[in-house]
């Protein structure tokens, strides 16, 4: 999950676990036939309160919100996970935004038998809270956490759409993990540039710019997963020394192409195109 400030999703880590609990329980309770308890959350985070919907409220603020559509989920069988991506849409203002999640299949020592199902529903909470105005959340907030209706300054309403930041947010969402990453990751001998490098083989891409909204999305899952679990964090640096492994491979010199490397292209400098090729991490 993400604190919202001036319209831009910062990741907060204790945030991001609180969250993550609750939804756990709200899944198990969905599945066995139990009623949902928790709409909100609230806790002390740095002489702070910091409050937010559950994947319950979450879904609450869409039927009152109306109008949002989840239109494809897709998800991929890992070793130690299941990744799933989700698309959502706002039927009212076409808008639409992605949401992935990577769960883990264990839960410490013992297998999860819903972490398909966790997967599929976190995906779907993270790409629908996209679309939800800031007064329907507020308006959910203080039913549920407040116990009263309209307290939230409605014009403050920020409707899906406005900015046309969707590429911007999700690619600062993955900056920002694989920069909490960078440690993890040196210890076992893997750099930003091998990161970048099995970033641009695993999505067809030479530069940032071009990768699309769902690619970076899908990203940040993969790399919050790591994170926060070491058998996932393992499997990324496997994959990541196995492409390094490959590029290696398909990138022996050959006689021709000293020749090719003299210049950049003409109209742009051999600094833009030293530095596109850089790790943007």
Not at 127 to 151: D, T, W
């Amino acid at each position: 999950m993400a604190e919202e400030k001036n319209n831009e999703m910062v990741p907060v880590t204790a945030e991001y676990e609180v969250v993550d609990q609750v939804d756990d329980q709200a899944i198990i309770e969905l599945m066995t036939g139990q009623t949902i308890q928790d709409y909100v959350y609230s806790f002390k985070q740095g002489g702070r309160t910091v409050e937010g919907l559950t994947l319950a409220g979450i879904n609450e603020a869409a039927n009152r919100r109306g109008g949002i559509q989840v239109e494809d989920i897709r998800y991929e069988e890992r070793e130690h996970s299941w990744l799933a991506i989700a698309k959502a849409t706002d039927t009212i203002t076409g808008s639409s935004r992605y949401g992935a999640y990577e769960q883990a299949k264990m839960m410490g020592s013992r297998s999860d038998p819903f972490a398909f199902t966790k997967a599929i529903h976190k995906a779907q909470r993270n790409a629908v809270k996209q679309l939800l105005p800031v007064a329907v959340i507020r308006e959910v907030l203080n039913f549920y956490l407040h116990r009263k209706v309209g307290s939230g300054n409605n014009t403050q309403q920020s409707l899906p759409g406005q900015g046309g930041g969707n590429i911007a947010t999700a690619q600062k969402a993955a900056f920002a993990i694989a920069s909490q990453l960078a440690d993890p990751l040196e210890k076992k001998g893997i750099t930003k540039a091998d990161l970048w490098n099995y970033i641009k083989r695993r999505y067809s891409v030479e530069s940032r710019n071009d990768m699309s909204e769902m690619q970076w999305t899908e990203l940040a899952a993969e790399l919050k997963a790591a994170e926060t679990a070491p058998k996932l964090l393992e499997e990324l640096c496997a994959r990541i020394k196995q492409s390094t492994a490959a590029t290696k491979v398909s990138e022996v010199p050959t006689a021709e192409e000293p020749a090719q490397e003299e210049a950049a292209p003409s109209g742009e400098p051999q600094a833009e195109t030293a530095q596109a090729q850089k790790a943007p991490f």
